[in-house]
């Protein structure tokens, strides 16, 4: 069968598999955002990433789907992950995480989202990839166009990781202060009660 016989009721394989993936990324990302335990949402967007590099592979973009795999599940997902273990951050459920705001945030990322549609619809309208011509995606042209268009971009994101890892190892030594000293009075409060009940088994003996 040709690739024009193939039609809205007569998918292919790799638009099945596209389908199914799409599902599976999409209740990933849902999980994401509404579980209370901040280490599941961190390895469900684990699954979510990943499912999205699967994508990127089945639509013959293997370039992107490395990049990311290795910029994406490589180093966002791992210092988020550093981030929570640094914080100390609770394994069990977080009652915080929740701030009741949900409508809110249900009707902020339908807009988000609704925008975002909107927008690469209304800019590739009339966009047209020549599938006789060379080669768009491949290793060369999408190097130079991202490090020459979007350098700065992709540079303020690295700082803003860093400035992510910092934080979190800043407030894991606030508190670890805190616990310290917390700890110390603890400790000297005790000590002072048990002084004070010696002597005064002390002067009962007497």
């Known amino acids: ?3 024009a016989a193939h039609g809205f009721l007569s998918p292919s394989g790799v638009e099945i598999a596209f389908l199914l993936v799409g599902l599976v990324t999409f209740g990933a990302a849902i999980v994401t955002v509404t579980t209370k335990q901040l280490v599941h949402a961190a ?3 684990v699954v979510t990433l990943g499912g999205l590099a699967v994508e990127y592979l089945l639509l013959t973009a293997e370039f992107i789907a490395w990049v990311q795999v290795l910029i994406y ?3 966002v997902v791992v210092l988020l992950l550093f981030g929570l273990m640094l914080t100390k951050a609770p394994i069990g459920r977080s009652p915080d995480a929740d701030s009741g705001n949900r409508p809110v945030a249900l009707a902020v990322a339908v807009v988000a989202a609704g925008s975002l549609v909107w927008v690469v619809v209304d800019a590739f309208r009339t966009t047209w990839i020549d599938l006789d011509g060379p080669a768009q995606g491949s290793t060369e042209v999408t190097g130079h166009f991202l490090f020459r268009n979007w350098v700065l971009p992709f ?3 690295s700082v803003l990781l860093l400035a992510a890892l910092v934080g979190a190892i800043v ?3 606030k508190r670890g202060a805190t616990a310290k000293s917390s700890t110390a009075k603890s400790s000297t409060a005790a000590k002072n009660s048990t002084a ?3 002597s005064r088994s002390g002067k009962e003996q007497r």
Do not use: H, V, Y
Request: zero cysteines; proline letters at 6%; charged letters at 15%.
């Open 73 to 75: 599940l490589g180093s």
């Open 43 to 45: 390895l469900w967007l």
């Open 155 to 157: 540079e303020a994101l």
């Open 171 to 173: 407030l894991s030594r």
């Open 196 to 198: 004070a009940k010696n």
């Open 1 to 3: 069968m040709s690739p």
